[in-house]
């Protein structure tokens, strides 16, 4: 962004909703940061009152480090300098999100913005939807778990946020719409929602997967974790107006007809709904289902009375319904059938998701991000037909987060696997062993004895290890939970990790060197 293009002090104050302001208002804004030690001579600084610590404690390093204008929630210090601005606002978060977009020139006013939304399957829906829009000649960019892209150009997301915080929601929406970018896919989360790292972004289109159980050391309860992800259809009006994209962007709500999130959201779409489903009555429906460990094909019957096959190399039921979610965007967005069609059968999977590592050994190991009693059910169902002998998972639960799920996925993994290896997430600053004997409760409620269906492992190096030296031919081991993921939180470090370079590892360190990659 040149000088000429740097909104002024004034141009941000204007897109606050305070009449709170102190100080000068001439001369542009640099950059706008909610991090004291990010501030640049010129720049917003925003102070946030968070869980662990508040933003307004670091105003004097901001002004320090060179600062123009101060946002916070209360009045300004008394011994603020003249020289500098102040504003007061009711709600700092919601506001960065606001001064965000301002400062980037409102981006996502430039393009047509495609919310995912959903407890499991948002990743994949999302690069599906990418896949399809590309595949239909659009200029498409997408931010996900795993990565942003921006026409030719890949960046991994590294940040271990699906939804960034707003500065750089906005930052990377802004390079989109310098790139000629008409379609931005957004994997848009329950806590980017309520944090309102997203706020200030114009979405056309929302779309969830399902709706279960996450995250609830964020929202405080499953109602509010609902209520969290009914905010992105909310956000979908109708009235707001046209972006100028080529093609024409109907705003639209895609629900899913076969999961209980659809009586729940279909109350806050203001746009109109449009549904998928596979066992209820939907306006894009899934019929003659055939699942196979290569693939699935299915018909698939369109709102105008249409229908097309579809042969994918995605596996399982639930991907099935991420293909429905995918397919009804590219109906509301006007891409032809056989256009779907071919993008479904030529979408390249997303890394991390159900991928399996080759080295030449003589049983199957998978990894997948599952990381909730949901996602892990369902990988583990997708892969029992495929084990001639045992299905051994790999898997824990994070520290410092959602403490209900742990006994659920021991419970999960107890029922449907032959042997569980109990082992490290991200355990942060909570004690290991302590996360693992809250997931082993659960799969000693099933009968599941230690020692005999599970073991505890702290360090995930050493699960991956014992999974793998007890694995035989016909095996199918699965390691859950990390997926694409390039780190782990131990402690307060953040240590690079990837299942897949370890289990690739570990399997030279067996003798498997065949084909590693």
């Known amino acids: 962004m040149t000088v000429e293009q740097q909104p002024t002090i004034a141009n941000l104050i204007a897109a606050l909703p305070t009449n709170t302001v102190s100080g000068p208002l001439e001369g542009v804004v640099t950059a706008v940061t909610y991090t004291s030690q990010e501030v640049i001579p010129g720049a917003a600084f925003v102070a946030i009152p968070g869980r662990k610590a508040d933003g307004h404690a670091y105003i004097q390093d901001a002004l320090a480090r060179g600062a123009a204008l101060i946002v916070g929630e209360r009045p300004a210090p008394g011994n603020f300098p003249a020289d500098r601005a102040y504003a007061q606002v009711k709600d700092a978060r919601r506001e960065l999100g606001t001064l965000s977009s301002a400062f980037c020139g409102y981006p996502s006013r430039e393009m047509d913005v495609i ?18 829009l590309l595949t239909a000649g659009r200029r498409a960019g997408l931010m996900s778990t795993v990565e942003v892209k921006i026409g030719a150009e890949t960046f991994p997301n590294n940040s271990r946020f699906t939804t960034l915080e707003a500065p750089e929601v906005q930052g990377q929406l802004r390079r989109m719409a310098n790139a000629g970018i008409e379609c931005a896919v957004v994997e848009t989360t329950s806590s980017g929602l309520a944090l309102h790292r997203v706020w200030g972004v114009t979405y056309d289109l929302a779309v969830i997967t399902n709706i279960t159980s996450e995250h609830l050391e964020v929202h405080g309860s499953l109602e509010a ?117 071919e993008a479904l059968a030529t979408f390249p999977g997303v890394p991390g998701r159900m991928e399996r590592i080759e080295a030449g050994q003589p049983y199957m190991v998978v990894v997948d991000y599952a990381h909730t009693a949901d996602s892990l059910e369902k990988a583990l169902s997708v892969l029992r037909p495929l084990a001639a002998g045992r299905l051994i998972v790999v898997f824990g639960s994070a ?60 360090d995930r190096r050493s699960g991956v290890l014992a999974a793998l030296e007890m694995a035989r031919e016909g095996d199918v081991v699965l390691l859950a939970g990390k997926g694409h993921e390039q780190s782990i939180f131990i402690g307060k470090e953040k240590l690079p990790w990837d299942d897949r370079h370890v289990a690739r590892e570990t399997l030279a360190a067996l003798g498997y060197t065949d084909t590693v990659r």
Request: some cysteine; aromatic content about 8%; proline content about 6%.
């Open 399 to 458: 520290g410092e987060r959602d403490r209900v799920k742990r006994p659920e996925m021991g419970r999960v993994a107890a029922r449907l696997a032959d042997f569980s290896v109990i082992t490290d997430e991200d355990p942060r600053e909570e004690d290991a062993m302590t996360i693992l004997r809250e997931i082993a409760v659960g799969a000693e409620a099933t009968g599941a004895r230690e020692g005999e269906r599970f073991v505890c492992v702290v």
């Open 225 to 341: 974790y609902w209520r969290a992800k009914a905010m992105l259809f909310e956000a979908v009006d109708p009235a707001a107006p046209v972006k100028p994209v080529a093609f024409g962007a109907p705003r639209g709500c895609v629900l899913n007809a076969d999961d209980p999130s659809y009586v729940f959201l279909k109350d806050y779409c203001r746009a109109p709904i449009i549904t998928y489903g596979i066992e209820s009555e939907a306006d894009v429906r899934a019929e003659a289902l055939q699942l196979r460990p290569d693939g699935s094909s299915f018909r698939v019957r369109l709102p105008d009375g249409r229908a097309i096959a579809v042969e994918t190399p995605l596996v399982a039921r639930y991907n099935v319904s991420n293909c429905l979610a995918a397919l009804a965007v590219g109906y509301r967005r006007g891409v032809a059938p056989e256009v779907m069609a």
């Open 115 to 132: 919310g995912v939304t959903g407890t499991d399957g948002k990743t994949t829906t999302a690069n599906i939807i990418h896949w399809l």
